[in-house]
């Protein structure tokens, strides 16, 4: 099914969103790029250091390689990413927090010209750089590379010429559900065509925009909402350096947010649960944005009730974003992530040969076409076959799409539970047990079983201050769910284990990591 949308007429096209942070300088100089903790930087000073960081990595010989990136989030995560690009290198995305274990692949896979890293990270990253045989590692914030080097000093400029819209911009890495991490190629022109998708769904507008962002910086979403976006429509961003519900909850009010960049229900969840939720001025609000998992008709209801804002999800992956959006103007459906945006193409196919069409409302693998989507994995080969076939990504969600092009997505392909015979959709289990009003977390995963071969086991965590037993999440469930999908076990956590995005770390909940 191809979108019914079309692209807004008012945007601006740009080769690169280089050429967007280049405009937004000129535009708009004295204006706040980026604000994180007591720290901010305008468009002019912004330009500046990502010009003074991309002139000393093209010294390294970064021009035509890849920078590896290993920082939490902060204004001189902004400098890095795009300052990789602007030095025409191809940058990756890590997250700080893997282990020596999980990093070494990685970095392996990358084998970067230089690593760009936060001071708390310095003396991992240094020793990891002895290892491969890496020669340059530089702590973004210190010394030479510390903000005050560049954001004054009038002569910084972007290095000439910009990238070309088909130069490499980007590496992110699949979440890790699945096993090792590969990281997904992307291009300039794929980054710049984003901006407008987004747009379009979603009416952004230039020059007013007060974007509120909490998600990980080295994640797609957090990359292309504090980086990408708010550059090209020259938004001021607020950088929230670690995700603290009370921190995030007086952004709101000390920064006239308008656009609320939240991404997984949990984030909202947690803010759902503080005491400071009633009490804030959430007035200067417009919308706030959700994905990486589907939201709850408890968390949609009550979200909308505390704040009065819409709350809107999206979907997108580490291959490329959006997959859909529910528009700001139009229908928000429950349960789906949204329509096709413009310029993009989904079918949904048979689960077996992925080559038959699925009728609408029937379920089957969800297959994207559309240019802000990779076209390889770095140095896999056989896997980039397997994904991309025809021009199709093959995405691993099992989803439909409604008569009148909404998505719904049902679960992920390999973490279908098999009870019996009877194929159960973890995530159905998972909204049930969700909209239970003492539930926070949820997530439905396969337990072995010797007569069914697997049976559904429950894991959740509990909102502060609530009680319930393994029976009475049983019950509740008894009422809402056929026999096989019901739960037989119910374990319960303070909080469940996340993978680097935030999203629940299902693996580690069936005990494989």
Not at 247 to 272: K, N, S, W
Not at 286 to 294: D, E, H, I, Q, T
Request: proline residues 6%; glycine residues 8%.
């Amino acid at each position: 099914m191809k979108s019914t949308m079309t692209l807004r007429d008012d945007l601006p096209v740009y080769p690169t969103i280089i050429h967007a942070v280049q405009a937004a300088a000129e535009i708009a100089p004295d204006r706040d790029a980026f604000i994180c903790a007591d720290k901010r930087v305008t468009y002019a000073q912004f330009e500046r250091a990502v010009g003074g960081l991309a002139h000393r990595l093209q010294e390294f010989g970064a021009q035509g390689g890849r920078v590896a990136i290993v920082m939490g989030n902060s204004i001189e995560t902004s400098v890095a990413a795009m300052g990789g690009m602007a030095a025409g290198a191809q940058i990756a995305l890590m997250n700080p927090m893997y282990t020596d274990h999980e990093l070494a692949p990685l970095l392996a896979d990358v084998d970067p010209v230089v690593i760009l890293c936060s001071p708390p990270f310095a003396e991992r990253l240094t020793e990891q750089a002895k290892k491969l045989g890496v020669e340059n590692v530089i702590v973004m914030g210190e010394g030479e590379y510390a903000l005050e080097t560049w954001i004054d000093d009038p002569a910084m400029k972007l290095p000439e010429p910009l990238p070309k819209p088909e130069d490499k911009s980007a590496m992110f890495f699949t979440g890790g559900t699945t096993g090792l991490p590969k990281g997904a190629e992307h291009d300039h022109a794929m980054m710049e065509l984003f901006c407008r998708l987004i747009c379009t769904p979603w009416q952004l507008d230039f020059d007013t925009e007060r974007i509120l962002s909490v998600a990980p910086m080295f994640h797609i979403w957090g990359h292309h909402f504090v980086n990408i976006m708010p550059v090209y429509i020259r938004a001021t961003t607020v950088i929230i350096p670690m995700y603290k519900p009370d921190d995030v909850l007086a952004a709101f009010e000390d920064h006239d947010i308008t656009v609320f960049a939240g991404g997984p229900p949990v984030i909202y969840m947690g803010l759902l649960g503080s005491e400071k939720i009633g009490t804030t001025d959430f007035s200067k609000l417009k919308y706030c944005l959700s994905g990486g998992a589907a939201c709850s008709e408890y968390l949609l209801n009550t979200w909308e009730e505390k704040t009065g804002c819409m709350l809107l999800e999206g979907g997108g992956m580490s291959e490329g974003a959006p997959v859909a959006c529910n528009p700001t103007h139009g229908e928000r459906r429950l349960m789906s992530i949204g329509q096709i945006p413009p310029e993009t193409e989904i079918e949904i196919v048979d689960l077996e040969s992925g080559d038959t069409i699925m009728p609408d409302g029937e379920r089957g693998e969800v297959r994207i076409k559309a240019d802000t989507f990779t076209t390889s994995y770095r140095n896999r080969p056989e896997e980039t076959a397997e994904t991309i076939r025809d021009g199709w990504l093959y995405t691993g969600d099992i989803g439909y799409l409604d008569d009148d092009g909404y998505l719904f997505l049902v679960d992920r392909k390999k973490e279908m539970i098999l009870v019996g015979g009877y194929n159960v959709y973890p995530r159905e289990v998972d909204e049930v047990l969700l909209n239970h009003d003492a539930i926070r977390e949820a997530a439905a995963v396969a337990m072995a079983d010797e007569f069914s071969g697997e049976v559904v086991k429950a894991c959740v965590s509990l909102m502060p201050g609530q009680e319930l037993s393994e029976q009475d999440i049983i019950d509740y469930c008894a009422e809402r769910l056929v026999k096989y999908k019901i739960p037989k076990a119910v374990e319960f956590f303070e909080e469940l284990p996340k993978t680097g995005p935030a999203k629940i770390d299902k693996l580690k909940l069936r005990g494989l990591r």
